[in-house]
């Protein structure tokens, strides 16, 4: 019974010694490997390298749905032909921009301009739990409207997200910078 007694302290004094730390929290470590871009291969009034990563969607009237199946994510594009209605058609792509407002934490916006090409965009960048988290439009303000959004298949959480918006947002950079119109 002693010998019980006297390791029953010994324990209690051995174990009490170290501190119990809590365990870190654990952060995710998303890595996107470096795109590497192409010409868009289909016959369209404009033109514009993407991923290889991406998996193109065809659709009439000129549209396209760019997929990035492992980020459950999407660029919607679409082509109006201008009919002296650009005003119309910005006012419209603006309004589906600020729609997200309710639920944005910000909306803010860059513009693109290359007068060589006659290419003029505007990227919006939305915050938030958007449903939409990139939008923009491309023209060259006499015969064609450009405009795309991001989407993501999945509910909308801004910060776990932001790793893969940033990562397409990259695309659509490049997408913005190499666009020109087909004569």
Known sequence: ??????????????????????????????????????????KRP????????????????NWLKLEYPR????????YRKIDKNLRELLVESEKLVFKHTSRAEQIS????????????????????????????????????FIKGALYFKIKPNYDSLLPAINYIKNDIFHLMETFKWEQ
């Open 109 to 144: 916006s860059n513009n693109y301009v290359n007068d060589k090409e006659m290419i003029y965009g505007t990227l919006y960048n939305i915050t938030g739990n958007a449903a939409s988290h990139i939008q923009f439009h491309i023209t060259d303000s006499t015969n064609h």
């Open 46 to 61: 404009y033109a514009f390298e993407i991923s290889k990563r991406v998996k193109i969607k065809d659709s009439p009237n």
């Open 71 to 78: 980020l459950k994510a999407s660029i919607d594009i679409t």
């Open 1 to 42: 019974m002693n010998r019980f007694f006297f390791s029953i302290i010994i324990f209690s004094c051995i174990s009490c010694s170290e501190e119990t730390l809590p365990k870190p929290k654990a952060f995710l470590n998303l890595e996107y490997k470096k795109p590497v871009y192409q010409e868009l291969l289909l």
